[in-house]
């Protein structure tokens, strides 16, 4: 049976209607009425009818303009008018509307039952052509089934309808089913992998997204996944897994990425949601994907990102505390023993905190300190790329766990900032800086410098910031403050024996540049981490 909306504001004309659809004898039945066009649109777009019948005049807005509002939409629903003026005004926009029919009040029973008729075979037609169309499609079946997902996942059709054809194309089979988990794929521009934009000719980019167009489905598959692929652009394609552990999404995504980068020798960053057991909830799944990859540019690039992570470290993304900024700018600097310290004392605190919430500070921190690795340019990123470490924090659901693995993790990305900041400078100057950390105590520092190194001052200055990318004057003061950190976390020293240690004779003028330097005075210091 047909489904017909009736849509006009006198009831005893809606009555009439359904009495003569009633005795047409026609493969039509009145779904629903509407009195005016706002209640019209809603009904349409909750029951979505076979076909409408219009009034024109309308007490909150004309039938036309309502049938302008479906159309945007849904260019196949038939739409009859009924109207009591006879306007080539009316009949033009009507028939711009692609309508079946205009009908004049009184309408007579014969009248309209031939036009239901003329809407019946309009909806004939039309779903003799979707079939035929599904027909085409079922013979470039792959490029289906990627429309099919798509439509699914970006809610292009309605689910249920989508849903209906997939499984009428064993879409995952009989052995396939929930949890169901999106992984979004976002292959790195050029740039990101340390290309120019001119060193790859236009060919050869278009046959790298060719091929990862494939990749990403092998990969899946060697991984043991029930998985299906459709490509969203050139440089990003969805997989939707089936019957997959948290675990097998993840394994999925270590495989494509490895796969990406031993045929393309390119970066890609994935996206993983949280796994759902209804296929209705795949487009919610889809954009948590989506969000997570989208966090590559402020993670660092070639990462495996849960969106679970990102979800954890966003209601508190910019309320760090002091300490935990104090451990990120020691972490950037590389100072193995202050973070340490600093890390026990945390650790503790974070102990008594609810799972949660340790879970959400923890990995706003991870995020910070991955965002660092990522945006300093003289640390290489690779070996810290392969440790995963949303990855691996996502796994975890004990705060003690988490602790120490994030604890752990950042003893060892300090550490290899320091390694890699130290990797590429001349042996030259590495003797340079050995000089500087013990000579701290000394005046005329760089005059003094350029005796040790036979060199000019000026000549050595410029050299200096050449190749280590910081001013003598700045390498010297972020050393002085870095070794007053470290020296004040020992309580039995002093603090004016600090400040002679580190080249200060006077303790107050000490105290005032520490706390510009640190935004707290030596005292404060060593109270908040001792």
Not at 489 to 511: I, M, P, Q
Request: contains cysteine.
């Amino acid at each position: 049976m047909y489904r017909l909306l009736i849509v006009d504001d006198e009831y005893h004309i809606r009555e009439g209607l359904k009495l003569m659809v009633a005795e047409s004898g026609l493969s039509v039945e009145v779904s629903d009425v509407a009195e005016d066009g706002a209640t019209a649109l809603r009904l349409y777009t909750e029951q979505r009818p076979d076909m409408i019948l219009l009034d024109i005049n309308l007490p909150d807005m004309s039938g036309l303009d309502v049938a302008k509002t479906i159309r945007e939409k849904d260019q196949q629903t038939p739409l009859l008018f009924l109207t009591g003026y006879e306007s080539m005004t009316y009949i033009r926009q009507a028939v711009s509307l692609q309508a079946v029919d205009y009908l004049l009040k009184p309408v007579t029973s014969e009248d309209f039952e031939a036009a239901l008729s003329r809407a019946e075979d309009r909806i004939t037609q039309w779903r003799r052509s979707e079939e035929e169309a599904i027909h085409r499609h079922r013979s470039l079946e792959p490029l289906y089934r990627e429309h099919l997902l798509l439509d699914l996942l970006q809610q292009r059709r309605p689910a249920a309808e989508v849903i209906r054809e997939m499984d009428g194309l064993g879409f995952f089979g009989e052995t396939s089913g929930p949890p169901y988990t999106v992984l979004c794929c976002e292959l790195e521009e050029a740039s990101q992998q340390e290309a120019t934009a001119t060193s790859k000719p236009h060919g050869s980019m278009h046959k790298s997204s060719h091929v990862f167009a494939g990749l990403a489905g092998e990969a899946a598959a060697a991984a043991g996944a029930k998985a299906h692929g459709a490509a969203v652009s050139r440089d990003r394609r969805v997989v939707l897994l089936a019957t997959a552990s948290c675990r097998a999404a993840e394994r999925t995504a270590q495989q494509i990425r490895q796969a990406v980068q031993e045929r393309l020798s390119q970066g890609v960053s994935i996206g993983i949601s949280r796994p759902v057991q209804r296929m209705e909830q795949l487009p919610e799944a889809y954009e948590e994907a989506v969000q997570a990859a989208e966090h590559r540019g402020w993670v660092g690039y070639s990462q495996i990102i849960p969106y679970e992570s990102i979800q954890a470290a966003e209601p508190n993304s910019s309320q760090l505390l002091e300490k935990e900024l104090l451990m990120i700018t020691e972490i950037r600097a590389g100072n193995d023993a202050a973070v340490h310290a600093i890390l026990q004392e945390w650790s503790g605190q974070l102990a008594g905190l609810p799972v949660k919430q340790v879970k959400m500070i923890v990995t706003q921190l991870v995020l910070f300190v991955m965002r660092i690795v990522q945006s300093d340019a003289s640390v290489g990123q690779t070996s810290m790329q392969e440790q995963d470490p949303l990855l691996e924090l996502s796994r975890l659901r004990h705060g003690p766990e988490m602790i120490d693995y994030v604890s752990r993790y950042f003893v060892r990305v300090g550490r290899h900032v320091r390694e890699s900041r130290e990797k590429g400078i001349p042996r030259k100057f590495q003797r340079a800086k050995e000089w500087i950390r013990e000579h701290l105590q000394e005046d005329g520092g760089l005059n003094r410098l350029a005796e040790y190194m036979n060199m000019s001052p000026k000549y050595l200055s410029a050299r200096f910031k050449q190749v280590t990318g910081e001013s003598f004057a700045d390498y010297q003061t972020r050393v002085r403050f870095e070794r007053a950190r470290e020296l004040l976390l020992d309580a039995n020293r002093k603090v004016a024996e600090v400040a002679e240690v580190v080249g200060f004779t006077d303790t107050n003028y000490f105290s005032i540049a520490f706390k510009k330097h640190t935004g707290l005075t030596p005292t404060e210091f060593r109270k908040t981490f001792l």
